[in-house]
């Protein structure tokens, strides 16, 4: 069990928003620690996108945007394209176990 | 190119030792903390440990401790983990990744190096 809290999936129509949440607790994302999203391709290693709860990398699209409120955070991607059909992470620092921890990640399908 | 590349992974049994490690290139890797992940099949990502960019500050998930030891040769551009009593449950793909510090992002990953632990 993730010590953060992903929906397994969520999906939308090509165009259309979508979001997905992290939720965690006291010791990490309610703690004040900042939240990082990534973005995971079958087969390949997962690549940021989206750091310090609402800064993108250099060369992701702005239809990528963070947010962060109290014990939760929330990706929204908006005009959603098939590309963008595949896995996300949301990551914290969790004060309690001195490490890193991931959510369970949520899978995007585009309809 | 700023890059990183696992290697070391392999098939080995119950109780046995690997040893991975991160070469990495295109920046100052004595600049920036480390640490490695894992993701079992078809499972999530798991955070397995860290090392500060001088080495001084160490941290374990309970998953490894006392049994995985994570180091760095900042000399060498290299980052290590040697896995002692390895169980099946350690089989993944074992990635490293770099920190500008504790709150930031892991903005540079290897491709992963595969772990089976089975008889």
């Known amino acids: 069990q993730s010590e953060l809290t992903q929906p397994p999936s969520v999906s939308g129509a090509p165009g259309q928003r979508v979001t997905i949440s992290c939720t965690g607790g006291s010791s990490n994302i309610g703690a004040g620690h900042d939240v990082h999203w990534y973005q995971q391709l079958p087969g390949t290693a997962p690549k940021l996108l989206m750091y310090?709860?609402?800064n993108r990398p250099s060369g992701v699209p702005d239809r990528f945007s963070g947010s962060k409120s109290g014990t939760s955070a929330s990706l929204a991607i908006t005009g959603l394209q098939a590309e963008d059909e595949t896995d996300y992470y949301c990551?914290?620092?969790?004060?309690?176990?001195?490490?890193?921890?991931f959510g369970g990640g949520t899978k995007l399908t585009v309809l | 190119q700023e890059q990183l590349v696992e290697s070391g992974g392999g098939l080995v049994k119950p109780g046995g030792s690997l040893r991975l490690s991160c070469a990495a290139s295109g920046f100052t890797f004595s600049d920036y903390y480390m640490s490695w992940m894992r993701q079992a099949p078809g499972k999530g990502l798991e955070w397995i440990s860290y090392?500060?960019?001088?080495?001084?500050?160490?941290y374990y998930a309970d998953s490894v401790k006392g049994r995985f030891t994570i180091s760095r040769d900042n000399a060498k551009n290299s980052l290590y983990l040697p896995m002692n009593s390895l169980r099946a449950e350690d089989t993944a793909v074992y990635y490293c990744?770099?920190?500008?510090?504790?709150?930031?992002?892991?903005?540079?990953w290897g491709q992963g190096t595969t772990v089976i632990v089975s008889s």
């Open positions: 310090r709860n609402s």
């Open positions: 990551q914290s620092y969790d004060s309690s176990l001195n490490g890193w921890v």
């Open positions: 090392i500060s960019s001088s080495g001084n500050t160490i």
């Open positions: 990744a770099r920190m500008e510090d504790e709150e930031s992002g892991m903005d540079v």
